[in-house]
Nanobody
Framework: QVQLVESGGGLVQSGGSLRLSCAASGSIFLINTMGWYRQAPGKERELVAAITSSGMTNYADSVKGRFTISTISRDNAKKTVYLQMNSLASEDTAAYYC?????????????WGQGTQVTVSA
């Protein structure tokens, strides 16, 4: 089992920055990939950025050059993934969800955080 707790959302002006944090606990040694997704009203949830346990990253085209994903493991019990968001625009307004993937194939399992709202004002 993996538990995910997000923080860092809020209201920011266009062009501003925010940093989202997601603390993973539990069986973190099973995590292959951690990521951030977002869902705006009336739209489907989309991948924003992801990072593998080996440090490979993947970004949505819409955030490349503006967002940076990173992770820190301080001990064997907790792992934190960050999403640094710069040059925010109104189209970045959405609920942001942290995710963690464990296992593969039939044994793959996805975990989700509760979500944190990011609102960018003009």
């Amino acid at each position: 089992q993996v538990q995910l707790v997000e923080s860092g959302g809020g209201l920011v002006q266009s062009g501003g920055s925010l940093r989202l944090s997601c603390a993973a606990s539990g069986s973190i040694f099973l995590i292959n990939t951690m990521g951030w997704y977002r869902q705006a009203p009336g739209k489907e949830r989309e991948l924003v950025a992801a990072i593998t346990s080996s440090g490979m990253t993947n970004y949505a085209d819409s955030v490349k050059g503006r967002f940076t994903i990173s992770t820190i493991s301080r001990d064997n019990a907790k792992k934190t993934v960050y999403l640094q968001m710069n040059s925010l625009a109104s189209e970045d307004t959405a609920a942001y969800y942290c995710s963690a993937e464990t296992g593969s194939g039939w044994f793959r399992r996805d975990y989700w955080g509760q979500g944190t709202q990011v609102t960018v004002s003009a």
